[in-house]
């Protein structure tokens, strides 16, 4: 017998996890450890491991078929028997857990017959097409037969068997091929504990036993499957297999990149096949995911080869013109010559530009830059003005810090969870799922939203709480949850001492009568009694933390509501450790990110304010101009100096503002004025109708980069194919920035990170270098943090006390009123991200063709409405027509609808309103009138015609016939 | 200048003002609003709205009027 006395080896429990092997059980959490012997191998591994996973620890890899560690050991297969002394037969060792002293044999010849006999059995109801499976060479049931050296099989193959059984391929990128099926039933534990939606059972017992998702009459389209992949991933054969794998075959290499679709931020391995992505597969050590994913990130891709990309550049010198397809040289000469004209003729604040929150941290930074340091102003905004930039201003006012405090997994250590105005399960799976897996634990969950979201909706959770307020109401709710935790004594008062300032003020202010749940009942229509029994919830429970999400921030008091959070965490000592904290769920990838990198007009990168001398010095310096020191405009005031004829050309990087803004017809107005539009998109969006230049853009597959997630995570994106049109986004920033006279010469992603982390000191210390050795870096990450900060806030603030901030309750304008007498609220699906613009150019239409009016059953019955009637929706900026939906998910008085369609002109009707802080525009209340129609609203056959019109001007310009356009 | 610009620029600052006048007096509240005018407002914005408060000012209240004296 060998023994090994080599530390590495002794103490197991400390060699890093592989993300890539498959360790058959969950690793433990304890911090305890027990000593024992395998094969003679002694190893040292935490409490309450397996006996299977503390042996694939030390590389001995026992036999398996219903284990795999992302969900818990089952036991069903028996094929990974053992032999421990003291112990009689052979116990499964993924159920056993280590003992200290425990000896093991995990071979030896009775072992081997057994698993050999077992085998023998599942292959004998086993179609024997390996050759021609669409698993051969990634098949785990191939695996163990070959591990077990099964070599026959006895019983032959015309007993009863499942050999033709129907293939299911109603989901359009998955296919259920059930006679392949072991009945493992790993799919439907990783449904249930991995993204926790229960769509799928094994039906039936024994030999009958299958399978089934729903109901038996169900296929997977019918059923209640989201289409997460986590089944797909977990079925150890080719039962539930990618169509796309089964099109191509199985992929040769994989690279580790990051999902650019939501704010959680997946780890996904691009699996490819040359320069072709056959499938993205969540990757276990992502920090963000851990192994899961949804349904956009995991098989919503194929948009990034779609054949409307736009791969050559298009200039033109009127709207009203055919595209000229010119050369990357002529496209920039063209588009710096006139910036410089426009410059001279207007001034030098009547250009400006628009960074993305999808592009990568890198490509925003140099966007601002160029803006600030080329075009000379700071007439740069960013995507996040329409989204959280109240959070920013909200945080910072009161925290210190314009960013979330928790890292994802924090949330498993949380008593009570608060969600406000967010919809995780749609907008932000992956999280929701590990919030779910929580509430199973037995969380408490506290939801303040007028719709009844489906997070209420959780299979086996103890406790939740609904406060379906009326929209616009936030922030006399907020202030009633507030009033009872101070009326009722149920402060943190050592917390409230030690970290907190202005807090008697704010006492006084909250105690006020005006704010109890009481008087307020009358404007949020909620019960008090609920308010105080939610309220006494949160501020009880040992660990209370707040998810916030857009519902929050779209408001005329979106800053206000924000600070009401912070308020309300900091009162109830709920900052600065695991299972607290204030969490914005951010929309879109790098929504963090583009605020971090200095996109708002005010702020250069790192929230350094353009006014502040020494700091602005600072970059000054660094890049060898002088800079403004005014900060300059935000969109909505870009479109209203472009109106009013001040503000003449504009520069936007990968964000389609026509679609996603407010008050649509305000924004055609707009653009229509400008005398030079730049878009630089990979489709050619609803904003690039109105361009005058066209830079062809890359997908997050063509380029390196970084991405910020919503938890301040900073991941690798990496290029897994060459640019579709030649350059990566931050290629062609830098060659604009060369064509206006102000010089770039970046090799290379990681030096524009570098430059970064130079200036902004919260970045000191982040570089590819330590992201590559990390993983993924959360900011701050400095000299005071050098492996970044997963809970921040933990001794002190960046400000040093926390700030409480007076929060009365006003009115949103848009009310309700005789004229428009319903409030409509926007919203997003899990199947569609954002305008659309991917997710439309991709099977994920199966689930979302058209956006619909959502309307509670009492109003459609007023206005005498059905199911997929026709309806006007009319505000005061404009009116469309949408098909309707009567649902109870909204409570009478309020309609909903999503914004994924541009010929819905959901945002034709969204008005100006704005908030009070930051301008982020009211989505989620605009007064509305709703009618049934029979034709059209004007501005959709308008917007038909434009759009027609467009499509002819992109048709007919010379080697364009192929790709399409608009929507 | 429009007037439907200058409107817009009078109803955020009503809006800044009613968002942080709560048991202030009108010297406190101008001075947070000028404060948030200062930091985020793009200088000819700020140009605008002070030539309305000399020329005009009649749709300003009395705390917004002593926050544009402070700009
Ligand atoms: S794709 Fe996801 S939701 Fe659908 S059955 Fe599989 S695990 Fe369940
Ligand atoms: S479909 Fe796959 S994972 Fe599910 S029971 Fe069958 S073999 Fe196992
Ligand atoms: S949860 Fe978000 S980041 Fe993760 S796969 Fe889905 S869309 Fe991508
Ligand atoms: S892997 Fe242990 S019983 Fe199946």
């Keep these: ?967 | 200048m429009s007037s439907s610009q200058i409107d817009n620029l009078i109803s955020m600052l009503n809006q800044i003002e009613t968002n942080n006048n709560y048991k202030k007096t009108d010297e406190e509240t101008a001075m947070i609003v000028a404060n948030h005018v200062k930091k985020f407002w793009a200088r000819s914005m700020k140009a605008n709205i002070t030539k309305y408060a000399d020329s005009d000012g009649s749709q300003l209240s009395p705390a917004i009027k002593l926050a544009l004296a402070q700009l």
């Design chain 1, 1 to 967: 017998m060998i023994n090994y006395y080599d530390p590495a080896t002794n103490t197991t429990s400390n060699k890093p996890i592989d993300f890539n092997k498959d360790y058959g059980t969950p690793a433990s959490t304890s911090t305890q450890t027990v000593c024992l012997e395998i094969d003679g191998v002694k190893i040292t591994v935490a409490a309450g491991t397996s006996v299977m996973r503390a042996a694939a620890i030390a590389d001995i890899n026992i036999p398996k078929l219903c284990a795999t560690d992302n969900i818990e050991a089952f036991g069903s297969c028996r094929l990974c028997a053992v032999q421990i002394e003291g112990m009689r037969g052979y116990p499964t060792s993924c159920t056993t857990s280590v003992k200290e002293g425990m000896v093991v044999s995990t071979e030896n010849n009775d072992i081997a017959k057994l698993r050999r006999n077992i085998m023998e059995l599942y292959i004998s109801d086993h179609p024997l097409d390996c050759l021609t499976c669409s698993s051969n060479g990634d098949c785990e049931l191939q695996d163990m037969a070959g591990a077990v050296g099964l070599r026959e099989v006895r019983y032959g193959f015309d007993g009863d068997n499942h050999l033709d059984a129907k293939i299911d391929d109603s989901n359009p990128y998955f296919t259920f091929e059930p006679s392949k099926c072991i009945t493992c039933s790993r799919c439907v534990r990783a449904c249930e504990e991995v993204q926790g939606t229960f769509a799928l059972t094994i039906e039936g017992r024994g030999f009958a036993s299958k399978v089934s998702a729903g109901t038996s009459e169900n296929d997977f389209a019918s059923s209640d499957c989201v289409s997460c992949g986590a089944c797909v991933q977990a079925c150890p054969t080719a039962t539930l297999m990618e169509k796309s794998v089964i099109d191509k075959g199985q992929p040769e290499h994989s690279i580790i990149t990051t999902c650019a679709y939501c704010g959680v931020g997946c780890s996904f391995k691009a699996e490819m096949k040359g320069e072709e992505v056959i499938r993205m597969v969540p990757y276990k050590g992502g920090k963000a995911n851990q192994g899961h994913s949804c349904v956009k990130g995991r098989f919503a891709f194929g948009y990034a080869t779609h054949k409307d990309r736009v791969t050559e550049p298009m200039v033109r010198d009127s709207i009203d013109e055919e595209w000229r397809v010119v050369g990357w040289d002529e496209a920039l000469e063209f588009a710096a010559n006139k910036i410089k004209n426009i410059q001279a003729k207007y001034g030098r604040e009547s250009v400006g530009g628009i960074t993305s929150s999808r592009c990568t941290n890198e490509e925003t930074y140099l966007v601002q830059k160029l803006i600030r340091a080329a075009f000379g102003n700071n007439n740069t905004d960013t995507c996040a003005r329409v989204c959280h930039s109240p959070t920013g201003y909200g945080l910072k006012a009161t925290i210190g810090e314009s960013a979330g405090t928790q890292t994802f997994d924090s949330v498993m250590k949380s008593d009570v969870v608060m969600v406000i105005g967010a919809n995780p399960t749609d907008a932000h799976p992956v999280f929701a799922s590990q919030l779910r897996k929580r509430l199973r634990q037995g969380a408490e969950l506290i939801v303040v939203d007028p719709r009844t979201i489906d997070l209420l909706n959780t299979a086996h959770i103890s406790a939740n709480h609904h406060l379906p307020l009326k929209p616009g109401t936030n922030v006399a709710m907020i202030n009633a949850i507030a009033h009872v935790v101070m009326s009722e004594g149920l402060e943190d008062k050592n917390f409230i001492e030690q970290r907190t300032d202005e807090y008697n003020a704010w006492r006084e202010f909250i105690l006020d009568e005006i704010n109890s749940p009481e008087a307020m009942e009358s404007i949020t229509t909620v019960n008090a009694e609920q308010v105080r029994i939610a309220a006494r919830a949160f501020a009880k429970a040992k660990n209370g933390a707040i998810y916030y999400g857009l519902g929050v921030t779209e408001h005329s008091q979106g800053s206000t509501m924000v600070m009401g959070i912070a308020n309300l965490a900091l009162a109830t000592g709920n900052i600065g450790r695991e299972g607290v904290g204030i969490n914005p769920l951010r929309g879109q990838n790098n929504v963090q990110g583009s605020c971090d990198m200095g996109s708002f007009p005010q702020e250069l990168p790192g929230y350094q304010h353009v006014s502040d001398d020494v700091l602005r010095a600072k970059f000054e310096k660094s890049w060898g101009v002088t800079l403004d020191n005014e900060p300059g405009f935000r969109i909505p005031n870009m479109f209203d100096a472009a109106i009013e004829g001040t503000f003449k050309a504009m520069y936007v990087q990968g964000e389609d503002i026509l679609q996603s803004d407010p008050n649509t017809q305000h924004v055609q107005a707009a653009l229509s004025s400008l005398e030079c539009l730049i878009v630089q998109d990979i489709f050619l969006n609803e904003t690039a109708l109105y361009a005058h230049v066209f830079l062809p853009g890359s997908s997050f597959l063509e380029k390196d980069g970084t991405f910020t997630n919503a938890e301040r995570r900073i991941n690798r994106v990496r290029k897994v194919m060459k640019p579709l049109a030649e350059f990566a986004d931050w290629e062609v920033t830098q060659k604009l920035s060369n064509a206006l006279g102000y010089p770039m010469n970046y090799q290379h992603p990681s030096e524009i990170m570098d430059e970064i982390a130079s200036l902004v000191p919260t970045f000191s210390m982040v570089s590819y270098k330590k992201l590559d050795e990390q993983g993924s870096i959360q900011w701050p990450c400095n000299e005071e943090f050098p492996d970044g900060s997963p809970i921040m806030h933990v001794e002190s603030f960046p400000i040093g006390k926390g700030r409480f901030a007076i929060t009365p309750y006003l009115a949103s304008e848009d009310r309700a009123n005789k004229r428009f007498p319903l409030l409509l609220t926007t919203g997003r699906i899990l199947s569609q991200y954002n305008v659309g613009a991917q997710t439309r150019r991709t099977a994920n239409n199966t689930w979302h063709q058209e956006d619909l009016l959502e309307i509670h059953p009492n109003d459609a019955e007023e206005r005498g409405i059905n199911d997929g009637d026709w309806l006007g929706i009319s505000s005061r900026a404009g009116d469309t027509v949408l098909k309707a939906k009567v649902s109870e998910r909204m409570q009478s008085g309020v309609v909903f609808t999503t914004f994924h369609h541009p010929i819905s002109g959901a945002n034709v009707i969204t008005t100006n309103s704005s908030d009070w802080a930051t301008n982020c525009p009211e989505y989620k209340v605009t007064a509305v009138q709703v009618e049934k129609v029979t034709s059209p609203s004007a501005w959709q056959t308008r917007y038909k015609k434009f759009s027609a019109q467009q499509k002819e001007h992109f048709k007919r310009s010379p080697k364009k016939q192929k790709a399409t356009i608009g929507s």
